[in-house]
């Protein structure tokens, strides 16, 4: 099957279950800044960075997968996509962020200001840096949606915010 279909060529796309939405939607604005963090943490993976680390990005981009299908499906469909057993971010990939970010904070990496991401001439480190900027955007776009009744969970809307936090941290480990 080819990836040129022509369905988007009206302006809608595809989400689970058949359904069809407008490109310009506000859960397709998450979908596509989720998608671009997942890519910049790719880069930041690609670019050098430790072992410990790309096991933590690794894990990051596994969730962002399930948490792009959670977005990809309507409400009147969640059941649907439960019974499905499709990914879903829980309460555990939450603490799981908290928990590591605290574990960097305990090794003595605390906010001391502003960063310059690149002054450490560091591809890995300007790449988190470059992904935490993205992190805080999807943050953004979710509270967006929600706010404009697309009913988004707490956890998914406090998942980024403790996403970018660990990512602002990486990057000073990395």
Known sequence: MSIITGRGDDGET????????AKTSLRIEVLGTVDEL???????RAA???????????RVQDLLVGLMGQFAC?????TRYASAGY???TEADLDW?????????ARGIVFKGWARPGVEHSMAR??????????RRAER????????????????RLFFNRLSDLLWILARAA
């Open 97 to 105: 962020l908290v928990a590591t970010a605290k574990d960097f904070e």
């Open 14 to 21: 595809d989400l689970l279950f058949g359904r069809r939405i």
């Open 126 to 135: 300007a790449g988190m840096d470059f992904a935490r900027t993205i992190a």
């Open 87 to 89: 990914a879903q971010v």
């Open 48 to 58: 050098g960075a430790t072992d410990e680390v790309e096991a933590i990005i690794d």
């Open 74 to 78: 309507l409400s009147c469909d969640e």
């Open 141 to 156: 776009s979710v509270l967006k949606h929600h706010e404009a009744g697309g009913e988004v969970s707490l956890l998914l």
């Open 38 to 44: 997942n890519a910049a943490l790719g880069l930041a």
